[in-house]
């Protein structure tokens, strides 16, 4: 790492004012400070000094979806193999959905680092570290069969709107990685929804085959479109472990408590937001099953709406997200419960739209700054009170 440090140094004036690359000198910034801790402190006032940045605070969250994320890459191939009827075993299914996905890892982190580097050489500011995490979430929660090319375009349009227009990094209003789902869900429809977008149809380098017309529908989307005599699909472990069709990232429920035990056990994750989400969809959940319309997706068991689709993926990654999510620590019970109850409200009323979690936690978004002010306004009277009792 010294050898690094030095050559760094060295061709650090090279990005200066009056350097030759100065006009990258924001590039240069972004790269230096994501290999090393900056050694720059206030130089007035009272702060508090702590080795870890955003950037490291990024770093470990991008870590903590690495599990979802190999599960995902496998998934996609034993997917495809168990639908397509092709033979293959562990490696050449992981090789095959590693295949898959790379170039939506790719295609994301170009068009959204690219934005960003341009802002931030346009503004002569330091480029900003939000999209590391956002770069990897995108990928993870959009169907196998969605297209590079509106992977971009939705890409593209979240990193401006959503992010730049408000200032960049820590100045949006709206989850990043959610409003590029969005914006899939209501330009391109036909490429969110529907059974044939789940599974990869097509061979890649000679893995696995080629099909027309394939389709294989989720749990959820089976719930959503059964009848009450039909019934929901019945429990069982793939639910739990993630081999069932669904966005690459959001299937497995063992992968996603690996990442949620490294955010809560570095820090990173607010307990309260994320147990708040699973207590309000819960108890939401068991309220439809006892009062609720005579439909499939209304009488499935509460522990099945919690382990299906988005729910857990979007509780311990979407929702816990500190700059979109309330702040103040009353505030997070009230802003995870809410978007608890509000996804499977959405779920169950809405049938055309199963996937409640990433509507909820956007609609949360808004009221999250809310939520924070009346808490402390909240506070202020309690004291305000109690001094005018003294």
Known sequence: MSALRNYLDKIKPNFEEGGKLHAFRSVFDG??????????TAKSGTHIHDAIDSKRIMSLVVIALIPAMLFGMYNVGYQHFIATGAEGGFWAMFFYGFLAVLPKIIVSYVVGLGIEFTVAQWKNEEIQEGFLVSGILIP??????????ILAVATAFAVIFAKEVFGGTGMNVFNVALITRAFLFFAYPTKMSGDAVWVSSDSILGLG?????LTVATPLGQAATASAATGFPEFNMDMITGFIPGSIGETSVIAIAIGA???LWTGVASWKTMLSV?????????????????TAIANMPWYEHLV????CFGAVFMATDPVTSARTECGKYIYGFLIGVMA?????????????MMLAILLMNIFAPLIDYCVVQNNISKREKRIAKV
Do not use: H, Q, S
Not at 31 to 40: A, G, K, S
Not at 344 to 356: D, T
């Open 209 to 213: 085959k080629t099909v027309d017309g």
């Open 261 to 263: 035990v490294i955010l």
């Open 31 to 40: 790269f230096e400070t994501f290999l090393f801790v900056p050694n720059n």
């Open 308 to 311: 299906l689709g988005g729910f």
């Open 140 to 149: 993870l929660i959009v169907p196998i069969d969605c297209p590079l090319w």
């Open 344 to 356: 499977i409200v959405i779920r169950v009323l809405n049938p055309g739209y199963p996937e409640g």
């Open 278 to 294: 699973f207590v309000g969809g819960g108890l939401m959940a068991w309220i439809f099953n006892a009062v609720g319309p005579d």
